[in-house]
């Protein structure tokens, strides 16, 4: 195992600078993508070193797996791509800045120092862009014309020092290639930035110091360089940082030896298998990739579980096992069709009345913040296309998910299960299905008993948070399909100005003291034991809930109050309680739970 270099001292000017290294961004890794929102905000800290209001701005870590050390050292991008190809595109727009100011000798100077290595016979580039961008970055940085040593910076007659006067590329007449729209307006946005900073001044001097002041800032963005020449060990530092953005480097890794194992097996196939990994990337392109290859694995053939670190050295074996071009495709294919399901499973929408009942059901499962279950439900809307048995088995799955989750059931074990489920497949000419039977089978074993249900229903103590809003939501849902009314339709539209009420206020005011005889400190420790319980919680649409929150119940259930609810549950408050305390607390905690029983019944 290869040992791992951390170094701190480094900026970003140090390491453009260096004339002997050069970065490569691998063949597949994912598209630049930062947003106008992250742009903005580099912007702001630079813009501070640049005006000396600060020393220096943190771009967080570098990491590279050199691959190469013939002329000069070639490294790959493992983390650190977004970063650096935001460097490259604002010193992109400094040398515009130059080309518009009639400045060539700068303008080359930018372009050799930093965008370059030079050779003793040839330049080379100093960063290779990964294949869906590759396009656009050699139009906007990479534009040397220049042979041998010579630097010859492409012309563009578009460029003036005017806001809009910038490198164009006319996404219409190429539409055969891949235009990364984000990145062009990185480009455009440093570009903006420095016309309009230029146009203040009045002298080419002055305009050449701002400029000089800029390409020094360089030197204040300081990285840590982490360096490697054996990929397993780089998988292992990044899993001992439990970061989301260092996750994606994991991905890279494993597609790092996928095309390993590609290139000694079949070399004639490398194009198409990068090509396949592309729409994989552009699929899990914001989405939990690491997540995504732990579930994957579960539902092959190996149906083995691994953590984060294990998974480079599985998917290696797993690959080099493959030994025709036809299964590696059909392997690859396969992988992208779960990828859009895991996506889906995943997905964040609200949900809608036109969703299928499946569709509605997984929604409410990631409500209920439990999605170890996706491994399995990847699995199986890969191998069932009946709406019907999707809706029956996704229902079952989410009240399993919800009556562990109420009960505090060790979600460690919920790997171990849904691979178990996973298992649950019988052969039928020649095609492995799943029998449902079985899977209920399965799920009836792991679910608690309904007087464990109940009990915990009515002694937990409710907080105001995703699972309490999920639960008073089913309730909803449960009070509308009774009624027979149309109001279905409402509670979906108006979800985002619903909220949690507390009937008796978590503000225990001198009006409810007295209302309610709270003579003792043992009578407010009955409050507020009582305060949390489900029986004191409904829903309520926000433009009430905010004006009467601590009211006394009297004044609550007023007509221009709660009754101007349109939800089921307050209608009912209204009209089945006209007192509140803490006896009426306790019989409508035990209704509720009754109620959720029947909703989440598995008999």
């Known amino acids: 195992m290869g040992k791992i270099k951390a170094q701190d001292n480094f900026t970003i000017k140090d390491i453009l600078q260096s004339n002997s290294m050069i970065f490569k961004i691998p063949y597949n ?73 009639g400045n060539e000798k700068m303008s080359i100077k930018l372009q050799e120092t930093y965008l370059l290595a030079m050779l003793t016979r040839e330049s080379i580039c100093k960063l290779t862009p990964s294949r869906v961008d590759t396009y656009t970055f050699e139009y906007l940085v990479n534009i040397n014309e220049g042979t041998g040593t010579d630097v010859v910076i492409r012309k563009d007659d578009n460029i003036e020092l005017k ?36 146009s203040g001044y009045a002298t080419r001097e002055e305009r050449n110091n701002y400029l000089l002041d800029v390409e020094e800032a360089l030197g204040g963005l300081e990285i840590i360089l982490i360096s490697s020449d054996d990929q397993t060990s780089l998988f292992l530092f990044f899993d001992s940082l439990n970061n989301r953005g260092l996750q994606l480097s994991q991905m890279d890794i494993i597609r790092n ?38 579930y994957y694995y579960m539902c092959t053939k190996e149906s083995k579980i691994y953590e984060a670190s294990g998974l480079p050295e599985a998917y290696e074996k797993y690959f080099s096992k493959i030994q025709q071009p036809y299964e590696m495709k059909s392997e690859i294919q396969r992988m992208i069709s779960y990828s859009k399901i895991f996506t889906k499973l995943f997905n964040k929408e609200q949900e809608k009345i036109d969703d299928p009942k499946y569709i509605i059901n997984i929604k409410r499962i990631n409500d209920i913040g439990q999605q170890a279950c996706h491994s399995f439900l990847m699995d199986y809307l890969y191998i069932v296309q009946e709406e019907d048995r999707l809706a029956e088995t996704t229902l079952l799955i989410e009240k399993m998910m919800y009556k562990r ?3 505090g059931q060790s979600t460690k074990a919920l790997d171990g299960i849904f691979k178990g489920l996973i298992g649950c497949k019988i052969e039928k000419n020649g095609k492995l299905e799943y029998d449902d039977k079985i899977i209920y089978d399965n799920i009836a074993k792991q679910i608690p008993t309904e007087q464990e249900f109940k009990d915990r229903l009515v002694k937990r103590n409710w907080e105001r948070n995703n699972l309490t809003s999920y639960t008073l939501r089913k309730y909803e849902y449960f009070l509308l399909e009774q009624s027979g009314s149309g109001a279905y339709n409402k509670i979906l539209k108006a979800r985002k100005d619903v909220h949690i009420e507390h009937i008796m206020p978590e503000n225990c005011n001198d ?17 507020m034991i009582s305060l949390s319980k489900l029986g004191n919680l409904t829903l309520l649409e926000f433009n009430i809930n905010e004006s009467i929150q601590d009211s006394l119940y009297e004044e609550k259930i007023l007509r221009e109050n709660y009754g101007k609810s349109e939800l089921i549950q307050v209608k009912n408050l209204v009209s089945e309680y006209n007192e509140w305390n803490i006896e009426k607390i306790k019989s409508r905690t035990e209704n509720i739970a009754d109620k959720l029983c029947e909703i989440f019944s598995t008999k």
Not at 175 to 191: A, G, I, L, P
Not at 511 to 527: H, V
């Open 29 to 101: 890794q994912r598209r630049y993508s930062w947003e106008a929102s992250q742009i903005e905000k580099f912007w702001e800290d630079f813009n501070e070193v640049i005006e000396k209001k600060r020393e220096s701005h943190y771009m967080g870590v570098l990491s590279l797996i050199k691959t190469s050390e013939a002329k000069l050292s070639e490294n790959e991008v493992i983390d650190g791509q977004q970063r650096l190809t935001t460097i490259m595109l604002l010193i992109a727009a400094i040398r515009d800045i130059y080309v518009a100011l």
């Open 257 to 294: 030896s996928f095309l390993r194992i590609i290139a000694q097996k079949f070399p004639g196939e490398i194009e198409r298998f990068s090509e396949m990994w592309d729409k994989l990337v552009i699929e899990l392109d914001s989405y939990d990739a690491v997540k995504f290859f732990k």
């Open 163 to 198: 806001r809009n006067k910038c490198r164009q590329i006319d996404c219409r007449s190429n539409q055969d290639k891949f235009v990364n729209k984000q990145m062009v307006d990185s480009y455009q946005f440093f570009y903006q930035k420095l016309v309009d900073k230029i």
């Open 511 to 527: 009006q409810w003291k007295t209302y309610l005889s709270i003579n003792s400190d043992q009578d407010l420790e009955t409050y």
């Open 405 to 407: 989750a109420i009960t």
